[in-house]
């Protein structure tokens, strides 16, 4: 499908042809640009990407609401202590799927 994206604000607009007015930011359609072919790849396979990170950030959220609630259970030191390591790890793998899609919209692969 044929991308457009808004020289004003970044959105991209799938469509036969641009929209008549840019639904983040009003501007015109002559204010869209029509992409090519390798920078309309590069946003489908982003939004993938950018959608398999999501779903991480999602599940380290997840995981950290498990680990809070088995701290406060305190069944015993040895739980404790995997619910605390277990709470680290998934803040650091949140972080490290934010700081790559960061670095995603730094670099324009964001659709």
């Given at each position: 499908m044929?991308?457009?994206?808004c020289s004003?604000?970044g ?13 983040k ?6 204010k869209?640009?029509?992409?090519d ?8 396979r ?6 398999l ?10 995981i950290?609401?498990?680990?809070e609630?088995?701290?406060r259970?305190?069944?015993d030191?040895?739980?404790v ?5 277990s709470?680290q790890?998934s803040y ?11 670095g ?5 692969k964001?659709?």
């Amino acid at each position: 499908m044929t991308k457009w994206k808004c020289s004003v604000c970044g959105y991209i607009h799938d469509g036969d042809a641009a929209c008549a007015a840019c639904p983040k930011c009003s501007a015109a359609a002559e204010k869209f640009a029509r992409l090519d072919e390798k920078a309309a790849e590069l946003v489908e396979r982003s939004r993938h990407t950018n959608a398999l990170h999501a779903q991480l950030i999602d599940l380290a959220r997840q995981i950290e609401r498990v680990c809070e609630d088995g701290i406060r259970d305190n069944l015993d030191p040895g739980c404790v202590d995997v619910f605390k390591k277990s709470l680290q790890a998934s803040y650091i793998q949140m972080k490290l799927s934010m700081t790559e899609m960061q670095g995603h919209m730094a670099k324009g692969k964001w659709g």
